[in-house]
């Protein structure tokens, strides 16, 4: 079926049962499989290496249920999608306006490893989901050495995730090898005092957070996470608050996707964050979370199979928060002039 055949299901207070969400997640794959645009990221080395054919969708529902298809179970580095569960840690040790203030919450409308963004505001990052603003939002995570900054973080991902994450080591080295722009972005945010700590060991421990393995399904559990108001739907440990996770998935409606973030929006209607290791989690409060994978990319460096799968279930779910219809209208119990 085309993508505008697909009739759009307005939102509920729930799910549909077990068994139509196995049917449809099902149904995104196969529709999205037939999809082959994009190309595989490459500059990162190692990212070059992946098969690009690999594809993946899992739903996570708000009671702990997990829907998978296809390589929803492969391993892959998350890549900018940790920059949503950084800040949700951050958000949760320093709080809503600390945060906001240092960090920001405005897209750039550039690329999302844009210097040139940082110069035309004066050095401020403006949201914490292009790397500028996410190399301060680590840089902000209380620790007393880059080593404890580092475990903080992995005990926090693993902790959306529902199991332990490890560090991709050769996605490791492939990025601190390559990574010179952000180093830059780094020293350049210390010198406009947006980052108190060592800039290059900020970096480093950056480039490492983005190196966890993760499955589409890992997704899936950490989306619903956030929608589950902070607590993992599958071990029942709340991980952050719920008004961190409202926080997080506000500045997520508005700049999850860099400079398709709007149009994103208006495709999908839900918050969500992508990676350039073809990932991208979506999450529709209250109800769940998906994670896909597939490592073909469009310029913006969004996954293409991963967006058009998502926007399958976003239609047929039901989860597009401004979908509406008529309210059967009665007699109305008030006028202008009452």
């Known amino acids: 079926m085309d993508e505008a055949e697909l009739p759009i299901r307005v939102s509920t207070g729930s799910l549909p049962g077990w068994e139509a969400v196995e049917r449809l997640v099902l149904d995104a794959h196969r529709d999205a499989l037939a999809v082959s645009d994009g190309v595989v990221a490459d500059y990162i080395p190692r990212l070059a290496q992946v098969d690009p054919e690999l594809f993946g969708v899992s739903v996570a529902e708000v009671d702990g249920a997990v829907h998978t298809a296809g390589d929803a179970h492969v391993a892959f580095s998350i890549q900018s999608i ?41 050095g401020h990052p403006m949201n914490p989901m292009v790397n500028a603003g996410a190399i301060a939002t680590t840089a902000l995570v209380p620790a007393a050495s880059p080593e404890e900054r580092w475990g903080r973080i992995q005990d926090g991902l693993s902790a959306f995730a529902g199991r332990r994450l490890e560090l991709d080591g050769e996605v490791y080295t492939s990025e601190a090898d390559t990574n010179q722009r952000n180093r830059a972005i780094g020293t350049l945010l210390e010198a406009y005092g947006r980052i108190d700590t060592d800039p290059l060991a900020a ?14 399904a890992d997704l899936a559990v950490m989306g619903a996470t956030l929608a ?21 998935l506000a500045v997520l409606a508005s700049t999850g996707l860099y400079e398709r973030s709007g149009e994103w929006l208006f495709e999908i209607g839900l918050p969500g964050k992508s990676g350039v290791a073809g990932g991208i989690v979506t999450v529709s409060p209250g109800k769940g979370g998906i994670g896909v994978f597939s490592p073909r990319l469009d310029s913006a460096g ?37």
């Open 228 to 248: 589950d108001g902070g607590v993992n739907p599958v071990t029942g440990d709340r991980v952050v608050s719920a008004s961190v996770a409202r926080d997080t």
């Open 302 to 338: 969004n996954s293409v199979r991963g967006q058009r799968a998502t926007r399958y279930l976003s239609r047929a779910l039901g989860l597009d928060v401004f979908a509406s219809e008529a309210h059967a209208h009665g007699p109305y119990p008030y006028t202008r002039e009452s």
């Open 82 to 122: 940790s920059k949503a569960f950084v800040y949700a840690l951050v958000c949760e040790e320093l709080g809503h306006t600390a945060v906001r203030e240092r960090v920001g919450v405005n897209n750039t409308g550039l690329a999302f490893n844009s210097v040139v963004a940082i110069e035309l505001n004066g």
């Open 203 to 216: 970096v480093d421990v950056y480039t490492r957070q983005c190196s966890l393995l993760v499955t589409a």
